[in-house]
């Protein structure tokens, strides 16, 4: 008889629990404590005495089918065949019997997998997609990860720093990424070049108008045809019209760069979440490796690393130092750009739905 197909659920994430090892569904939500008996693992304790260590390894997100197999048959032959996958592109495989961890280390590590990005290391860098499946990146955010992390690998596989690290890129201005300890987004330094032919038939300019945050665009007509103009004093390049209208080019090999930014924090354990500080402007987005941004992120990582607390979140450690001595540890300049306390936003901000013309 042919193989009855169960019906699709075309929206939702499934069930997570089928995924589950035993040893965690079994424990669900009665964990006594946890542990970190060396870097890359983690060892949770449950009440009833039932223990699970965690590995943990990098990956470079964008899978291959190659890759993936080579990691499921090590979760098949060393991990009960149980993995999953964490936000920030790791894998982990859960053990139940202590003696499979050394293995299954081994494992990994003989594949070229690196073991590691648990407690006070620096995670892998999160990062959005790029060119792979996005209409409107200035850069290809994977190929800066890539490039960075060769360089922080032993950052990931240690315990070296204060506290936890997270690292986040983003490959445009406005959408997905950003709000890490240290940001690394794309900064587009000029306005939109338009391409007055094809405005008309690509895009519909209501929306685009309503897509700009300071109300810069107009429409126009230019050689006969609808277009769109841009108030370029208004203008402050955030590269928003361009999703909705590709002929308003924005994207530049010489003016598309990067900028860092750094304290931003999602957790409220001891403080409130923190919104991020622009410290790093203007920084070549120079493939295939990157090197201004990375030698920053590098320099900030050690002016933290010697001077923070144990503990303290780089938010945390600027705010005890203050940013004048933040800017004299890790040897940038402080200009006026880097000023903006977002006061008087609600004025210049478009934060209304309102097409304005
Ligand atoms: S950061 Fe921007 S360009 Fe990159 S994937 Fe997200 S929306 Fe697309
Ligand atoms: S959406 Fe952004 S880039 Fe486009 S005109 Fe407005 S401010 Fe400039």
């Given at each position: 008889m042919a193989q009855q197909h169960r019906t699709p659920i075309e929206s939702g994430a499934p069930d997570g629990f089928q995924y589950m090892h035993p040893v965690m569904r079994k424990n669900f939500g009665m964990w006594k404590y946890h542990e970190h008996p060396r870097p890359g693992v983690l060892l949770h304790v449950a009440h009833g005495g039932d223990k699970i260590w965690t590995v943990k390894a990098g990956t470079q997100?964008?899978?291959?089918v190659f890759t993936l197999r080579k990691l499921c048959d090590i979760g098949d032959k060393y991990a009960d065949g149980y993995v999953r996958f964490t936000i920030r592109s790791n894998i982990e495989y859960m053990v139940a019997d202590e003696a499979q961890v050394e293995p299954l280390i081994n494992a990994l590590e003989g594949e070229g997998f690196v073991v590691g990005g648990t407690k006070n290391s620096v995670a892998m860098i999160s990062h959005t997609q790029g060119w792979l499946h996005c209409d409107i990146p200035g850069t290809d955010a994977s190929g800066v990860v890539k490039a960075m992390m060769d360089e922080l690998i032993d950052e990931f596989r240690g315990n070296n720093m204060p506290n936890r690290v997270h690292i986040t890129t983003s490959c445009c201005q406005i959408n997905c990424g950003g709000q890490g300890d240290i940001a690394i987004n794309v900064q587009h330094t000029k306005p939109p070049k338009i391409n007055h032919d094809l405005v008309a038939n690509v895009c519909e300019r209501p929306s685009v108008v309503a897509r700009c945050p300071v109300a810069a665009i107009r429409p126009a007509i230019v050689n006969g045809k609808p277009s769109l103009e841009v108030d370029e004093k208004k203008c402050i390049c955030c590269g928003a019209c361009f999703p909705p209208c590709p002929p308003m080019q924005i994207n530049d090999a010489e003016h598309s760069k990067l900028a860092i930014w750094v304290g931003g924090n999602h957790s409220n354990a001891r403080g409130k979440p923190t919104f991020q500080k622009l410290v790093a402007a203007g920084i070549p987005n120079n493939p295939p490796r990157w090197p201004e941004a990375t030698a920053i992120v590098k320099r900030i990582l050690e002016a933290y690393r010697e001077g923070a607390r144990d503990w303290e979140r780089i938010n945390e450690w600027i705010e005890r130092i203050g940013w004048p001595r933040f800017f004299e540890e890790v040897e940038l300049p402080f200009t006026k750009y880097h000023i903006d306390n977002w006061r008087g936003a609600r004025a210049s901000l478009n934060a209304s739905t309102h097409i304005r013309f």
């Open positions: 997100r964008i899978l291959d």
